[in-house]
């Protein structure tokens, strides 16, 4: 699958951020400020540790060449870190290639401006030429997205760590400490927060988009840091107790879902995005009691269950964009709009991790499922394509292979069916991009290296 995905963008889009295979050719898009070949960049952690050697090579070599960083043009922070750092930090502690190490840290400083704000919370668009910066237009009156700001700190440690200049982990570190100390209704963290006054803008709490990753990268900074950051821990089981207290619920059918919180009131909703919840309480449930642990390991795997019903339920047995819990049906998108699915890899990332903590084989068989509706639904004569209702078996294609698709759901596939020693979680962490950062010990990071020497073979 990585394979043909990767081939058809080769043949039809190579050098643009992804593949349209329906009218063969490529899209640019407006999220990566100009920056060019975000499938490149994506996938080059997953064609390395596939071992598809002369692939990587060939990647390797259009971001020596091509892979240019001196532009104007308006790009998410967060997307350009999850992906363009992400990926050139996982490919340089996979291969030990000097090359991936200089551009990363010449693109990390140019995120550096965002930070430039009253409270030193980042603005979410920034012009990389410029350094101008500012919040998106949609965003409750000109503010901070929680998911977008809280997800930096993985590849911002690493940047300091590289490059020795500690002023990447002071700017997440900043964040961390405005967020801990403001007042937080119920104990849980609101979606929008303003970068000018440091106070939220609105009472709206998600596991979902807006949300999500923030919470992830809370336990994964706690493992990265090799179990070190007390404040990362303390603040994760905090916010996931006022979840578990506000936001959890169980179906009348004995579902266990997340719901999403406005201001008191529950919207008994769950998205696709949120479907990493499972695999997120899974890895950090080995902290505290044997209890404790038990609980949270029952949770994760309720909680991926659910998002496993809502494949099971649908036509194609590929889940929906976003699913609800009312008016009887259950784990099924009630609403036209949120039918789609376009390559997700949320569901398939807990059966990943639930794998990994638990090898019941039911996850390993889950997994399957997905591969071969994937297979039937997905793929078209020029790549993977979304697709438009999960509901109907006569499928509309969206005509784009994201790049998140090499990057996360076949990786996370591929992890599900390898053995463990495979990037092993004692030793690694995926940012939520899926790109595999060594955990910070505080011996020498150069030992994470498979090959110093810049070898090409995995």
Known sequence: ??????????????????????????????????????????????????????????????????????????????????????????????????????????????????????????????????GTSWNWGWASAGSSILAEFGTLHLEFVHLSELSGNPVFTEKVMNIRKLLDRIEKPQGLYPNFLSPVSGNWVQHHVSLGGLGDSFYEYLIKSYLMSDKTDDEARRMYYSALEAIETNLVQKSSGGLTYVAEWRGGILDHKMGHLACFTGGMVGIGAGDGSPEKKQHYLDLAAEITSTCHESYTRSATKLGPEAFRFDGGEEATATRVSDRYYILRPEVIESYMYMWRLTHDPKYREWGWQAVEALEKYCRTEGGFSGIRDVYSTSVSHDNMQQSFFLSETLKYLFLLFSDDDLLPLDDWVLNTEAHPLPIVRQSCLEKHHTGTTGSDTP
């Open 1 to 130: 699958m990585m394979k043909f995905a990767w081939d058809n963008y080769r043949r039809y889009a190579w050098g643009q951020n992804e593949l349209r295979p329906l009218t063969k050719n490529g899209h640019i898009g407006n999220m990566f400020g100009g920056l060019r070949g975000a499938t490149i960049v994506d996938s080059l952690d997953t064609l390395y540790i596939m071992g598809l050697t002369e692939d990587f090579k060939e990647a390797k070599e259009w971001i020596r060449t091509n892979l240019d960083l001196s532009l104007n043009g308006e790009a998410s922070v967060f997307e350009v870190n999850i992906r363009y750092v992400g990926g050139l930090l996982s490919a340089y502690y996979l291969t030990g290639e000097e090359m991936f190490k200089q551009k990363v840290l010449e693109l990390g400083e140019k995120l550096l401006p965002a930070f430039n704000t009253p409270t030193g919370i980042p603005r979410g668009v920034i012009n990389l030429g410029s």
